[in-house]
């Protein structure tokens, strides 16, 4: 049976067509909202972040142990952006859906293979328990509340599903002080500069650092952020950290080595380069416990 996006939509959702991406309306967009559809809908800025971002062999490595091949799954990616995820894992999913508040990205993910859809993943208009991967990758931390986020994509999926996400900053990793906080600011200076990664103009650098709402020293994301809001809807919680340039590795409790930049702000922070709490990253993959039959 060849499914369409209405199978999946909660009843009485009024959706539009727009270039290739689907739209459901945002009468009253956040800050975060309006900021993350303003960067991540530029055209130059977007396909920089599909060419560049999540992309990497240890990347796709890592997603397959958590949640394994897409093929014959229906999958649903919250925050997909351009469609990062899709084009590193590859696959036949049986229905991908995509969804984000970037215009311009959705129509880069629809080209790579999304049905795409312009939501809010704080509330997105789609039926619970259908999904059988959830994926939120690199996302979480760029909405306001992050809690709500987890809840939706744990709404959506279904039973014996897995919940997986991942690149979101670890809080205590990105907590620098003193000298440390002082070089984290000073590299924003030196980045505009020498136009490094996505900082080539002071414009690109400031649009950016607006989307990065909880990836600043003293923010970020923690294990009891995941435990806490998945553990009482029913789902079985592993938490995993890394420093990125790891695969597989990372679910048997390796955490690899950080960036030379990194393992001085943490020194300089007071906290050992090398433990846990200085990875860089929490990676959660979530299981919803099947409902046992009386």
């Not at 619970?128 to 990758?137: G, H, K």
């Not at 919940?163 to 002080?177: E, M, N, R, Y």
Request: hydrophobic share 40%; proline share 4%; charged share 25%.
């Amino acid at each position: 049976m060849e499914h369409r996006l209405d199978d999946w939509l909660l009843p009485g959702t009024q959706i539009s067509r727009k270039g290739a991406h689907y739209q459901f309306p945002m009468p009253e967009p956040s800050e975060a909202i309006k900021a993350n559809a303003h960067y991540f809908s530029n055209p130059q800025w977007a396909q920089e972040y599909l060419d560049y971002c999540h992309r990497s062999e240890h990347f796709r490595q890592r997603w397959l142990a958590a949640g394994g091949d897409w093929t014959g799954k229906v999958v649903v990616d919250l925050g997909c952006g351009p469609g990062n995820v899709f084009a590193t894992l590859g696959g036949k999913p049986a229905f991908l859906i995509g969804v984000d508040v970037a215009e311009g990205s959705l129509e880069l993910a629809a080209r790579n293979g999304y049905v795409a859809l312009r939501a809010d993943a704080a509330q997105v208009p789609l039926k619970s328990d259908f999904a059988d991967i959830v994926a939120i990758n690199a996302s979480i931390h760029h909405c306001e509340d992050m809690r709500a986020v987890l809840r939706e994509g744990a709404r959506i999926l279904k039973p014996g599903g897995a919940l997986v996400t991942d690149h979101d900053p670890q809080l205590s990793a990105w907590d620098f002080k003193g000298l440390a906080k002082f070089m984290w600011d000073a590299r924003l200076v030196i980045y505009r500069l020498i136009g490094h990664g996505f900082h080539k103009t002071g414009f690109q650098q400031a649009c950016g650092l607006r989307t990065e709402i909880h990836h600043r020293p003293g923010d970020g994301v923690t294990e009891a952020l995941f435990r806490e809001t998945l553990e009482p809807l029913g789902f079985d919680v592993q938490v995993y950290r890394h420093n990125h340039e790891i695969g597989a590795e990372a679910l048997q409790g390796q955490w690899g080595r950080a960036e030379f930049k990194y393992r001085v702000g943490n020194f300089l922070s007071g906290r050992d380069p090398k433990a846990a709490e200085s990875a860089l990253s929490l990676m959660c993959v979530a299981h919803k416990r099947k409902v046992a039959v009386a």
